[in-house]
């Protein structure tokens, strides 16, 4: 039973473009959201977090948006620099009941120069 | 201030053996996770502690177990290792409900 979906395993996008990373959920107990970016042999980095009570956050280039009603989030990456490559898994937990974060199973991201 | 720790890097061993794996979390975080990471399957959760105690569970067969120490530090131990086993072992360690952050891992081969 996968709780968090991450539908497509790789995206190619232009330098310079938008990369925008989509995550559905499952599990209406869910009320808080992460991104992590992993680079080959290495654990993954925390990128940003949305809280269920907005609907965006942002951090430089990095982006959330939380759709709550359709249980889908998404991160926008602008502009896109070649660094950016690597995977990016989606994650989620429930704050209050001290859950365990649950992955998606990540989407491989390739920055074409 | 350090970051996660996992020990050692890399590793081989024979089917049937068993492994010990080690994280030194972030200094004041009480939370260890650990999970698998194998190509296809993005990371598995296996167990984490809080306070010497399991307080949640993945789905794992019982070779998998693990513990916390008072000092935070955490160890997981697979036994009768299995080809299938053969994977990137990671750790986590956060603050109470906060974001987790992650050790470099140990890859595990079985051979």
């Known amino acids: 039973d996968q709780q968090v979906k991450q539908n497509s395993p790789s995206l190619s996008v232009q330098e310079g473009r938008i990369s925008i990373l989509n995550c559905d959920y499952t599990?209406?107990?869910?009320?808080?959201f992460l991104w992590y970016k992993k680079y080959p042999a290495e654990g993954p980095t925390f990128l940003i977090s949305?809280?269920?009570?907005?609907d965006k956050n942002e951090d430089g280039r990095f982006t959330v948006f939380l759709n709550k009603s359709a249980k889908h989030l998404s991160l926008h990456i602008v502009p896109s620099q070649p660094g950016d490559s690597a995977v990016y898994f989606c994650?989620?937990?429930?704050?209050?009941?001290?859950?365990?974060?649950?992955f998606g199973t990540g989407t491989r991201l390739t920055i074409i120069p | 201030k350090a970051g996660v720790t996992q020990t050692p890097r890399y590793l081989i061993k024979t089917r049937g053996q068993q492994v010990t794996l080690s994280c030194s979390p972030i200094s004041g975080h009480r939370s260890v996770s650990w999970y698998q990471q194998t190509p296809g399957q993005g990371l598995q959760f296996l167990f984490e502690y809080f306070s010497e105690t399991q307080r949640n569970k993945g789905n794992f067969p019982g070779r998998f177990s693990g513990r916390q120490f008072s000092n935070s530090r955490s160890e997981m131990n697979v036994s009768t290792l299995e080809l299938g086993d053969s994977a990137l072992y990671l750790c986590a360690s956060s603050l109470a409900n906060t974001e987790a952050f992650f050790g470099q891992g140990t890859r595990l081969t079985v051979v």
């Open positions: 994650a989620a937990t429930s704050r209050e009941g001290n859950e365990k974060l649950t």
């Open positions: 599990n209406s107990m869910f009320d808080y």
């Open positions: 949305i809280s269920s009570i907005k």
